[in-house]
């Protein structure tokens, strides 16, 4: 696809951008603004959340179509069917290490579609990310029934009775304190978030922050050690056309 100016004697009209956020602007975006790149030159150009992510895109390929890159959009119109390929928009947002055991417990529980379905989901994940603290939980709580049971004796079977009740609310507490202490702990030492964009440590694909990189750097046309600044979008050359006044777009 190439969505360079048209060389012809018609004007193009600037047009101005602004993207509202929400994950289906992702796949909806990058398609309306190739479009809009075959009649229009974009001068004003705004995003919040995912529609920043088209915003930077953009505002990269009209650099890169103003310095000649004729294919500089076609890296917005790709982006649709790269983010629904391998899942690749969930693994972009990758939780911290430190955060990673929560996101994970949060994520199950996103997964189902009805209410218990969803305390299902979240109570074995619950279990399976912090397992060892539910182990920790089951030992401490066997201690109070076993010590009775010794202590006095009686019906094997009322000790039991109370003794497994006894033990999965102490399992409970443990497990609990210990994901409350986990979720705050990584909240604080990340920022109060979970996935910060940009972790070495994390290995299961490009964080969202070197992803963006190298698409804004490709869509610009220049390498990826050399970073596409505002210095050059303010001093990118102006095109051949003599652009008439802009059009708004939201």
Not at 117 to 136: D, M, N
Not at 152 to 166: E, V
């Amino acid at each position: 696809m190439n969505s360079s100016p048209d060389q012809s004697n018609n004007p193009m009209a600037y047009c101005d951008l602004v993207m509202k956020g929400g994950i289906t602007s992702g796949v909806v975006y990058p398609l309306a603004i190739t479009e809009l790149s075959r009649k229009y030159l974009f001068k004003n150009i705004g995003g919040t959340s995912a529609g920043a992510v088209a915003a930077a895109i953009t505002a990269a390929a009209e650099y890169g179509r103003r310095k000649g890159h004729r294919s500089a959009y076609d890296q917005l119109a790709a982006l649709p069917d790269e983010l629904g390929t391998d899942n690749l928009l969930l693994r972009l947002f990758q939780p911290s290490t430190g955060a990673a055991r929560v996101f994970r417990v949060l994520l199950a529980g996103l997964k189902a579609q009805t209410l218990p379905g969803r305390v299902v989901r979240t109570l074995l994940a619950l279990l399976q990310q912090f397992w060892a603290w539910t182990l920790l939980g089951l030992l401490l709580g066997l201690i109070a029934p076993l010590a009775l049971y010794l202590a006095c004796r009686g019906p094997l079977a009322t000790y039991f009775i109370l003794g497994a009740l006894w033990v999965l609310v102490i399992a409970a507490l443990v497990l609990l304190v210990a994901a409350t202490a986990d979720a705050l702990k990584c909240a604080v030492g990340n920022g109060f978030g979970f996935c910060s964009g940009f972790d070495s440590s994390v290995r299961e694909g490009p964080p969202l922050t070197n992803w963006l990189h190298e698409k804004i750097q490709a869509a610009a046309g220049k390498d990826l050690d050399r970073p596409l600044t505002f210095g050059d979008l303010w001093t990118a050359p102006q095109t051949r056309q003599r652009a008439r006044p802009a059009e708004a777009n939201n």
